[in-house]
């Protein structure tokens, strides 16, 4: 018996294929790096050398395709995922015109060509007319790197993309039908109707199943993951059976969670790593192994027709994001952008031909041409790219806009309870401007009155794993943090000192409703700490997790906007919107739903619903646009404020018995005294009232009675 059997060329042993897989993803970015060259490009040409065309160490069997096609859905997923809708809205038009263009003329191209110079016939022209505007997202992963994803360039870019394989899957399968004499009324009421199936499913069922699912194992994290993998293949298996290609259904299962996973989330950490750590990377070297170099020795015909084939490919795509630049007044950086994600071939591309070649319509060497494409233009849309997306960060970075308010945006969340304190943090992620580099400041609170030494140490080392587990949590949402322990002589001092002490912007507390006789005499923490601190202070009842809320609700009390820091409350309140991609629906008298459009950005407004009402009227104005889904924030006041009226303080007691299973939070804008330079606001006398003081920390009637 041999001690080392022979070496058989390609592998064919699982772990092996898989061990030359995985050494490849591990080595290959970093080689390629130090030749600086792309590491998607790296990728494309590690396939190509280790394929049956290159060395012959692996085939392109039956598990390469596999996951090939797991990255390639991904890709799309991930691209539907990270979509900010709210700014693919504002820009919806650029995106339709982008993609209605990089269809047509490379179309428009490759039809010529082939009808003109090849001499083939119609049916062959329209299958090389689609081969050349198919598009696919091979760049993506380098813009979603360096987190210019919301860019309009690259909103538009995903946008066409869309526009443009869907228009080259549904004009295939129209080709298919009608060669084989079957494309009349019925061919169209079935796709139509499969069509308007699936768009329910993935829109209207998934969503729902998704919210609940969240909800309902909101600590199982890995079910999570599974769940959201679970439909996004599911998606691509309907959208398959509805006549469509995956990769259409893997961009629409994305859209449709994209409301419920937020881009700064562990979950979407999770999702993010498993697709640029394995899948993608993939699906790239799957890409290189279709290449085959010895095609284009046998000949110069080969030359010429690849080459007449990336000219009109890479002409009509460079034109179409030239038109759009010159209509919708893009840059130039932002035009090589919209050029650089459109120009690759891929999965869609092959597709196509490999549909005219088993229809015998087209031959080998189209076909073989047409790989060699997907070759030539990845590496152009790589290089392309990845240069313009630098540039365009470079750029993003060097903007000085609200510096001023990003070094001062130092949010404390004191954490009590192990059960939701992450409800809190969550919350703290949403207000945070996603530029900042301040971090958020976990803190557990011990009550000591006798506090010495010894008894911090004890107290640090006995929360050191609650802290921990806060830390790695907003480790997973991308944030900076600090996690720490304050032995004080009451929990309201531990915190009002500790945000004295680390200079915080803004306190994140959780609801209380349970008191005793400490509180009833004394006041409840929030209460004290309301007195003592004139900081930006959010109160969240936290009924479920916050990334499953659809809208938010905002009601303005008379004369809020007059408080200082109600300008800080509404772009908190537009960041949170924007982190949850949910819609604003602002509630209050002309005045303050004036003063709150007047701090808003232009270009936030539109999103925004303003309803005409008395506070008195609020919870009847509520009824028709809040349920259970929605979140409620009310713009409250300290005692002794401009805006602090008695009948305001019944109101969170009001809307909890109204909405009882709603998440719902009470805002109190900074005062005045809370920050140098800050204008001064009158304060009234402080008045007592135990009736209101009762409402809000007791509970109601029938909770005592049930308890």
Known sequence: MDLFPPLELPFREPVAVFTTVLMLLLFAPFLFRKLRVPGIIGLILSGMLIGPHGLGLLERDASIELFSTIGLLYILFLAGLELDQKEFVKYRNASIGFGLLSFALPFAFGFGLALFYLHSTTPVAVLIGLTLASHTLVAYPIVSRLGLHTLPAVLVSVGGTIIADSLVLVLLAVLQASIAGDSGWAFWGLFALKLSAFLSVVFFLLPRMARWFFRALEDERSAQFVFVLTALFGSGWLAE??????????????????????????????????????????FLLSVGMLVDPRVFISGWQAWALLGLLSLAALLGKFLAAWITQLGFGFTAEERRLMFGLSAARAAATIAVVMVGYRLDIVGLPLVNATVALILITSLISSLVTDRASRKLAARERNR????????????????????????????AVGIRHTQSDCPIMAVRIVADAQANDLTAKSETAKNAGLLTEAGEYLRSNKVPFETFVRVDYNVASGIVHTATERF??????????RTGAAELLYGTVLQQVLRRSTLNCWVFRQLHPLHTNEDIGVVLPPLSGLESGFARCVEQLQHLAKHLSSRLHVYGEPQELSDFMRVLPESERDSVHLVECALDDVLAALEPDMDINDLIVVVSAREGTLSYAAKNALLP??????????????????????REGASEVIRLPRLPNLRIVRSLILPRSDERASG
């Open 653 to 674: 007691a009001s809307l909890t018995e109204k909405y009882p299973a709603n998440n719902l939070v009470l805002l109190y804008p900074e005062q005045a005294e809370g």
């Open 504 to 513: 915080a912007s803004d306190l994140v507390l959780g609801w209380n409703e």
């Open 241 to 282: 059976i509805a006549g469509l290609e995956p990769i259409i259904g893997a961009f629409m299962c994305g859209l449709a969670l994209n409301p419920l996973i937020p881009f700064r989330s562990a979950l979407m950490d999770r999702i993010d790593f498993a697709g640029h750590a394995l899948f993608i990377p993939f």
């Open 400 to 427: 000085p806009a609200m510096a001023a308010q990003l070094t001062s945006d130092r949010i404390l969340v004191p954490i009590a309870n192990p059960q939701n304190y992450m409800r809190l943090l969550d919350l």
